[in-house]
């Protein structure tokens, strides 16, 4: 890659991985909007339970993300089969991590959210969620290491499909097993958390399937499912594992905003947990351009393009800016039809308002953040990422105890912590880039 990536590669790479990105929304979407109409307690209770589960997720999501930057790098390097050792021995390792947490939550895990929750009616309804939701664990960590695999090697066709195939069958199975509607059981809440881990099972499947099938996908050698090599695993883990600790991190501090919400009353949580699916679901594309960020730039690195990875981060950075300004000021002219589809409750709708708009201009500044961010990943310095990420949580959360328990803020103005969040994290990240050591980082 001899000189930066065209703002038409930058989109070849990013569109597949957006359409992904929306259909793994439509699932969180589906979740909120469906178990909004059964009730104010479901649709907090869900919001918990979710993030509960998604803070588990992330275990995956960050090992991933480390074996996509390794990818990457070997990619770059042409380094074909040593793809395939990758590919294999993540598959291992994540195997066994989620099996044994699944384990850990289907015995233990009401224990230890009973701490945190004030409602028991909340309480109840989040473990129901729970227990049904984290027998998709093991499927949707093995898809991750797909979309990791071919982000890597930025040919993203099949993540888009994969991720289509799971909404549909959630939002089908989800509007029959929460209502009970097309000869399926009336199951409510419990009925939400069992059609997500049932799409992510297809979604693996589809994976395993195309993937098989595909001759030009021969030379990376996957499924060759050799004994595990444990030094593979063990220099896989000496990148993802810093990324594993500060996804998790990220989404349990997440989560305890959502605790610190949920003691502001019932009515607080779920405006939140609908102001939070909106402010994901419009931080789609966003999100897609940061993950072809960290795969451009390792590729960059890997191919002896080092000084390439500011220009490419710039560029990536101005066009993701471009594409959120426009996100957000469609977004503003709709409030009340975005919320409405969460609620049918009028009250809850208009209690809402407010903190869209909050949300609408970090969406704006996040975009920035977040390809910053990225960057600094794909250069495989992870453990400056973690350093950069616990110090801007540390800040979000003291931020967000301070408006909602101590100050008894307004929900809306507790919301404001995402503009402190995502100004301090954006601004670390670019000093990193610009003045840290990362040329020549050998991963």
């Known amino acids: 890659m001899p000189h930066t990536p065209s703002v038409q590669k930058i989109w070849n790479i990013s569109w597949p991985i957006m359409i992904s990105l929306v259909a793994q929304n439509v699932v969180n979407v589906t979740d909120t909007a469906f178990l909004g109409h059964v009730g104010a307690v479901e649709l907090g209770a869900s919001a918990i339970g979710g993030l509960f589960y998604v803070t588990l997720f992330m275990v995956a999501f960050g090992f991933t993300t480390g074996v996509q930057i390794l990818i990457a790098r070997r990619h770059g390097e042409k380094d074909y089969p040593a793809i395939g050792a990758i590919f294999d021995n993540s598959f291992y390792f994540l195997g066994i991590l989620t099996i044994l947490i699944t384990i850990l939550i289907v015995f233990f895990g009401s224990h230890i959210l009973k701490p945190f929750i004030a409602s028991d009616d909340v309480f109840r309804a989040s473990t129901i969620f729970l227990k049904y939701r984290i027998f998709g664990l093991f499927f949707a960590s093995a898809a991750l290491l797909f979309r990791s695999f071919y982000t890597g090697i930025t040919f993203t066709k099949y ?88 996804f998790v991190l990220s989404h349990a501090v997440w989560l305890g905003f959502f605790l610190l919400i949920e003691k502001m009353g019932e009515t607080s949580l779920a405006v939140s947990n609908i ?89 704006f500044l996040f975009s920035a953040t977040i390809v910053l961010f990225n960057g600094v990943l794909g250069t495989g310095n992870t453990r400056t990422g973690l350093a950069i990420e616990v110090f801007t949580l540390s800040l979000y959360l003291v931020f967000a105890w301070l408006l909602a328990v101590k100050l008894h803020q307004p929900i809306e103005v507790v919301w404001l912590c995402e503009y402190m969040y995502a100004i301090v994290l954006g601004v670390l990240s670019w000093f990193y880039l610009k003045l840290g050591k990362w040329e020549g980082r050998v991963i």
């Open 159 to 246: 993540i888009s499909i994969s991720a289509a195939l799971m909404a549909g069958i959630n939002v089908f199975l989800g509007y029959g097993l929460i209502f009970g509607k097309m000869g399926f059981p009336q199951m409510g809440i419990s009925g939400a958390g069992l059609a997500s881990a049932i799409s992510e099972v297809c979604s693996l499947l589809f994976f395993f399937a195309i993937t098989a099938r595909k001759a030009h996908l021969a030379k990376y050698k996957l499924f060759a499912f050799v004994k595990p090599d444990l030094s593979i695993i063990k220099s896989t883990l000496d990148v993802s594992l810093y990324i594993m600790i500060q």
């Open 275 to 363: 102001i939070r699916s909106i402010y994901m679901l419009l931080m789609i594309p966003a999100w897609a351009m940061s993950s072809a960020t960290s795969s451009i730039v390792s590729n960059a690195i890997g191919a002896g393009f080092s000084k390439q990875v500011i220009p490419i981060v710039n560029k990536v950075l101005v066009f993701s800016m471009g594409i959120m300004l426009i996100v957000a000021m469609l977004a503003a002219f709709v409030p009340r039809f975005m919320i409405s589809i969460y609620t049918s409750d009028i009250n809850l709708l208009e209690m809402s308002v407010a903190s869209y708009y909050v949300i609408l201009g970090a969406v």
